[in-house]
């Protein structure tokens, strides 16, 4: 017999789906082969490649929120500096301090505002003796003192030809009244606070510093103030004027360059003597290379090919930096060189102490040639709240000053060393490339591998990160790639992987679930274990099946229309079974083994089983009505017994079946059917407390196999759907089989004449009837019950 791959069906009902669209076993298996590399499924690079653009897509929404840009100038940026750590800063910059030591040597108040006049005059003549180049003071006079004491600084600032003062913008609300006098608006007015006139015009320069107030984290400085009229601050003041000590080569370069630029500036350095024309310098310069990049690129090409400028290290440096300068944003980020007292610094009263050289620490500075910026650091702190909090503020509450801000940002400005953060444009492609890396590698690699691979990518970008920034100022970002995206592809990746299990699980489960019945399905997704495990002992009904004709069919049909009619036929077959409770157990070839099982004997599962057996009976007539050319009746046993049931195999092949002298007899029952011409066959087992059934004895069998007769019964239908002729059938045939037992064969031989009078081709009249003729001939050897005994299949 032709025997069927598919060897267990899904509990459900495929009948009432579309045909197209039928849970075909077949299917289900080639998925499963196709999830085994079977028939090539499109390959996993494609999510891979999705991942990666929502991680990259998702990293650039973060990095244009505000919060993304706080988070990484407050993170990503203090990261590099905590990772860099303190610098060396340069030489050529100085911070002369008024510090708590001074003023306890020179006995002074602490603030710096009520010291006299003439000790920063003597000051500023020592620094001018010791060949300084620039001096700025980070402190306001904007009070005057007695005149001579005034008189006796602005002297010395006059003289000494390089100072630069410091202002700052102050802000105050007058409230204006009506003509009652009663208040009704506040006007805001700012002001700036200007040193006193003898300072003002005795200065070469006078800037404003401003920088954002505690608690906000000072990172930022503005070169041009926009909202002062672009006016210059304090440290590109302080940097042009030291830098007028190559005034001469500058404008040479320029007239190199493009001559009628440099017509724009002052021939002669020395005419520059007041802030304005040091403002109007600066301007002028900004002006030349905002509008003519190409003016400050052609420099620094010149510069490097100058053999006079070159040989000078010291004046190439500044050169080179001065042009920088005028090319950067208004905007600077600063580059500290680590906490407070960090920049080279000499307290001072040391400075006025000394000759031509001053003290810094345990070693001996030489002024020449340096910017000093004078103003309070450290320990000492005036009236005016004058230190910032930065990456480098202290645990004790120790900030940078002003004068450590403005000193830090000159020195940036003369190194050319500025914090330079990556472009915007830069930073995007950055983020969407290290997005589209991470969602990859996550995607493509195990979970394991793939946490330690973005783990040990995340290193690597961190230290070149670092590498960059400590080698060339430069800043990538950090909290959006490692903190934010390495997270999202990461655990995005997991959920992925766990919706896809999950998927490909269902799937499983839905494809098992044509094989297996549900409660097994489940135990297995649990613990696979449970397939090794033995049967479950149960009680309840076997129904099996066996279509006739079925030999020829397949003699004549190639296999792929062969498999197509089976499976409508089982479809037919298969709904009354699922209709009523039950499960489709084995399947092969044309026959069918079902399955009610309980854990005690229930009365329930023989109803159940006795309705499928007349639906399946049923179902096959419509079928052969609806398929003119082709013919399947069907056979039906049914057997009501305990059994095993569960998986039966070794090694790598298990089955789920169930196993015992039930299924064996129910399939007997179903072969009877041949020889006494019925349909649907069932034991006394199943009749036992059946209802609702009627039912026609046909005594004692002794089947092929068995040892012991078991009674036979045929299953006529529904009560309520037999009518009188069927009841009356069963009544002269119960009479005849009586007459039978008996051995009363021309009795016998009378009842069953008469019911084929009625009903020509009942089989099991026409079967008795040759057996009692036999009999009369032939009386079967005493001692006999009834039995009838049954040696072929």
Not at 331 to 357: A, C, D, R, W
Request: with cysteine; aromatic share 10%; glycine share 8%.
């Amino acid at each position: 017999m032709p025997v069927d791959l598919f060897r267990f069906r899904k509990r459900g009902n495929p009948v009432d789906l579309p045909k197209e669209t039928n849970p075909d076993p077949s299917h289900s298996v080639q998925k499963m082969k196709n999830r085994r590399g079977g028939n090539p499924l499109p390959l996993p690079g494609y999510k891979a490649v999705i991942l990666g653009f929502l991680v990259g897509i998702s990293g650039l929404v973060v990095s244009l929120f505000p919060i993304g840009f706080v988070l990484e100038e407050n993170l990503g940026l203090n990261l590099l500096f905590l990772l860099r750590g303190t610098r060396s800063p340069p030489p050529d910059v100085l911070i002369v301090n008024i510090d708590k030591a001074s003023t306890t040597h020179l006995k002074l108040p602490n603030n710096p505002k009520k010291w006299p006049r003439s000790l920063y005059a003597r000051l500023t003549e020592s620094l001018v003796k010791q060949g300084v180049t620039t001096i700025v003071f980070d402190l306001i006079f904007d009070e005057s003192s007695s005149p001579v004491e005034d008189a006796l600084l602005a002297d010395a600032i006059h003289k000494a030809g390089n100072v630069v003062l410091f202002k700052y913008l102050d802000g105050e609300t007058i409230s204006l009244s009506d003509k009652k006098g009663l208040p009704t608006v506040g006007l805001n007015i700012e002001r700036w606070v200007l040193p006193i006139p003898p300072f003002a015009q005795s200065a070469l320069a006078i800037a404003p510093f401003p920088l954002p107030k505690v608690p906000a984290r000072v990172s930022q400085y503005w070169m041009f103030k926009a909202s002062a009229g672009d006016m210059p601050t304090l440290p590109v003041v302080a940097f042009q004027t030291f830098a007028l000590q190559v005034y001469d080569e500058f404008l040479w370069l320029l007239k190199k360059v493009n001559p009628a630029q440099a017509e724009k500036l002052p021939r002669d350095k020395q005419t520059l003597t007041t802030p304005a024309d040091i403002e109007n310098l600066i301007l002028t310069l900004r002006s030349i290379f905002q509008n003519n990049p190409r003016v400050a690129r052609e420099m620094l090409k010149e510069l490097q090919i100058s053999r006079v400028l070159v040989d000078d290290g010291r004046k190439n440096r500044i050169l080179q930096s001065l042009i920088r300068m005028y090319q950067h944003a208004d905007i600077q980020y600063l580059n500290f060189y680590g906490p407070s007292g960090t920049m080279t610094t000499v307290p001072y009263h040391e400075v006025l102490q000394f000759g031509e050289k001053s003290v810094a620490g345990s070693h001996l500075v030489d002024l020449k040639g340096k910017a000093v910026f004078v103003g309070s650091s450290g320990n000492l702190r005036s009236e005016r709240k004058d230190d910032f909090y930065t990456v480098f503020s202290q645990p004790n509450g120790l900030n940078l000053t002003g004068v450590e801000i403005a000193a830090t940002a000159f020195a940036n400005l003369l190194e050319d060393e500025s914090i330079q953060p990556l472009s915007l444009p830069g930073q995007w492609i950055l983020i969407l490339l290290w997005g589209a890396t991470l969602g990859i590698l996550c995607r493509l690699l195990p979970i394991v591998l793939g946490a330690i691979s973005v783990l040990g990518l995340s290193i690597l970008y961190l230290m070149a990160t670092y590498y960059a920034f400590k080698t060339t100022e430069s800043w990538y970002p950090l909290v959006t790639p490692l903190l934010f995206q390495v997270p999202l592809a990461f655990f995005g990746v997991v959920l992925w992987k766990y919706l896809d299990t999950n998927r490909e699980r269902q799937n499983i489960r839905e494809a098992l679930g044509y094989y297996l019945p549900n409660e097994m399905v489940d135990r297995l997704a649990k613990n696979v274990a449970h397939i090794k495990t033995g049967g479950q002992l149960v009680y309840g009904v076997c129904l099996t099946t066996d279509a006739e004709q079925y030999t020829p069919l397949a003699e004549r049909m190639n296999p792929q229309q062969l498999s197509q009619i089976m499976n409508e036929y089982y479809g037919a077959v298969f709904k009354p079974v699922l209709q009523n409770g039950g499960i489709i157990s084995d399947v092969i070839g044309d026959s069918m083994l079902a399955l009610w099982t309980a854990a005690q004997s229930d009365r329930v599962l023989k109803n159940q089983a006795c309705l499928a057996g007349l639906g399946i009976a049923d179902a096959v007539d419509r079928f052969n009505q609806s398929s003119h050319n082709l013919q399947l009746p069907t056979r039906i046993g049914l057997h009501f017994g305990q059994m095993s049931l569960g998986n039966v195999g070794a090694i790598h092949h298990y089955e789920y079946r169930a196993v015992g002298d039930v299924v064996n007899t129910a399939n007997r029952l179903q072969d009877l059917n041949k020889q006494l011409g019925t349909r649907i066959l069932i034991s006394t087992e199943v009749t036992d407390q059946l209802e609702g059934f009627l039912i026609r004895e046909l005594g004692k069998f002794l089947l092929p196999g068995k040892s012991n007769p078991i009674g036979i019964y045929e299953l006529m239908g529904r009560i309520e759907t037999c009518g009188e002729p069927q009841r009356q059938l069963c009544a002269i045939f119960t009479m005849a089989l009586e007459a039978f037992r008996r051995q009363s064969w021309g009795e016998a031989i009378e009842k069953l004449n008469e019911i084929l009078n009625i009903h020509k081709n009942d089989g099991p009249s026409l079967f008795y009837l040759r057996l009692c003729k036999q009999y009369q001939q032939n009386p079967p050897e005493e001692p006999w019950d009834g039995t009838v005994y049954m040696m072929k299949k």
